[in-house]
């Protein structure tokens, strides 16, 4: 997708769980469609169901084949099951999703999205001391909204591990900063959200926010 001479370009694709229509589930594969059925909650099989679908209509559009078509995998690394980051050859994706939002990132490079909802419920000292340096301790002692700046950490963390592959075999507390080659952004998105981009590009970045019900019609 570097359609600029010497820059990187990424498309973050934003959806939300109302969009989503039972026809979706139409066009699943069948470890999609297990995954689909295993979710109790409402919100979560809606979650589910809209990423999916983004993603393959994303790449139906690109790849220039039907959405039910794209063979996708999610393997995880770890131990092999069918939860791990989406995959498909011609194409690098993220997922994420929180609350109301489902986002899709896709480019030409290893890439990583992540957002989060702001909670002002949760345990902020906590989660840091399991999730943040020492530095970032500091400084977040210091902020006067301290669930948002400690959210804000956690995305930009999540979005480098998910960008690098590395998931939960790393610890969070030696993220500081995006690893040698990569770069990170924060992205702007609803006032209770927050979200980071995670690519693995040394040209300076070109980020396009789109609006996923272009692919939903």
């Known amino acids: 997708m570097d359609t600029r001479t010497g820059m990187t370009e990424v498309e973050v694709w934003w959806g939300r ?34 990423g999916c679908t ?8 690109r790849l ?16 092999g099951k069918p939860h791990g980051k ?26 990583g999205l992540d957002v989060e909802k702001v909670d002002l419920g949760i345990d902020v000292d906590g989660l840091a001391r399991l999730s943040l340096a020492d530095e970032e ?25 998910k960008a690098t592959g590395d998931g939960l075999r790393t610890d969070l507390r030696t993220i500081t900063g995006p690893p040698a080659g990569f770069q ?15 690519v693995m590009a040394a040209e300076p970045l070109v980020v396009l926010a789109k609006d996923a019900a272009q692919v939903l019609i």
């Open 17 to 50: 769980i109302g969009q989503v229509r039972d026809e979706f589930a139409a066009d699943l594969d069948a470890v999609e469609r297990q995954r689909l059925a295993a979710y109790v909650r409402d919100d979560d099989k809606a979650r589910f169901l809209l």
């Open 54 to 61: 983004i993603v393959r209509r994303l790449l139906a559009a």
């Open 64 to 79: 220039s084949l039907p959405a039910a078509s794209i063979e996708l995998t999610r393997t995880c690394a770890d131990c």
């Open 86 to 111: 989406v995959r498909v050859d011609g194409a690098e994706l993220s997922v994420t999703h929180s609350g109301e939002l489902v986002g899709v990132a896709v480019s030409d490079h290893p890439v």
């Open 137 to 161: 301790i500091a400084t977040l002692a210091k902020s006067d909204d301290r669930a948002r700046a400690f959210t804000t950490y956690w995305t930009r963390k999540e979005a480098v591990v």
């Open 184 to 198: 990170l952004v924060d992205l702007e998105t609803d006032t209770e959200y927050v979200a980071a981009l995670a």
